[in-house]
T-cell receptor
Framework: EPEVTQTPSHQVTQMGQEVILRCVPISNHLYFYWYRQILGQKVEFLVSFYNNEISEKSEIFDDQFSVERPDGSNFTLKIRSTKLEDSAMYFC???????????FGPGTRLTVL | GENVEQHPSTLSVQEGDSAVIKCTYSDSASNYFPWYKQELGKRPQLIIDIRSNVGEKKDQRIAVTLNKTAKHFSLHITETQPEDSAVYFCAASRAPDDMRFGAGTRLTVKP
């Protein structure tokens, strides 16, 4: 069964550094998403991407965040200058259609020191 | 934006009992309501969903009800088993690709 994959599984970085989190959505899916989950807390929507552009974003997704689909398979989240409070699990997800099941990847645990 | 409230935050039941988790949402435009189960250290996985044109949906031991007028929806798990222990999240979508989650309910099923 196809799955969403994410790399790396764990990323440790220094405050102020740039990080890129990578995701490979399910191949025939059209909608892509990034979510954040701070340890023990709820899953927070960051951004959705459809038809090669951002379609929705939350108040969390400020100028330090960007997303890109550099080729036909990868979907990336870039954090330009990491802060301590960016430490969290970042989940990528994809869905075949809107208003439909979103399939989550295993997550990347980001630790900012 | 959409605001989803979820209660209770923790729930402990005896094996075989039923568990009910309730959510409310704020945006009347929301029309898709999934429930996700997240086991410790794992990714969220869909267990059931309901759309606004349906009032109730069942899948074996799991059922979801939706009251659009009151803007609330509930998850019902019957005959609970220890493997049902996890964190359950409700969510609501007010746009095809904008899904907001509740705060989660930690369900513990005691053998």
């Amino acid at each position: 069964e196809p799955e969403v994959t994410q790399t790396p599984s764990h990323q440790v970085t220094q405050m102020g550094q740039e990080v890129i989190l990578r995701c490979v959505p399910i191949s025939n899916h059209l909608y892509f998403y990034w979510y954040r989950q701070i340890l023990g807390q709820k899953v927070e929507f960051l951004v959705s991407f459809y038809n090669n552009e951002i379609s929705e974003k939350s108040e969390i997704f400020d100028d330090q965040f960007s997303v890109e689909r550099p080729d036909g398979s990868n979907f990336t989240l870039k954090i330009r200058s990491t802060k301590l409070e960016d430490s969290a699990m970042y989940f990528c997800a994809s869905s075949a259609q809107g208003y439909n099941e979103q399939f989550f990847g295993p997550g990347t645990r980001l630790t900012v020191l | 934006g959409e605001n989803v409230e979820q209660h209770p935050s923790t729930l402990s039941v005896q094996e075989g009992d039923s568990a009910v988790i309730k959510c409310t949402y704020s945006d009347s435009a929301s029309n898709y309501f999934p429930w996700y189960k997240q086991e410790l250290g794992k990714r969220p996985q869909l267990i059931i969903d309901i759309r606004s044109n349906v009032g109730e949906k069942k899948d074996q031991r799991i059922a979801v009800t939706l009251n659009k007028t009151a803007k609330h929806f509930s998850l019902h798990i019957t005959e609970t088993q220890p493997e049902d222990s996890a964190v359950y999240f409700c969510a609501a979508s007010r746009a095809p690709d904008d899904m907001r989650f509740g705060a989660g309910t930690r369900l513990t099923v005691k053998p």
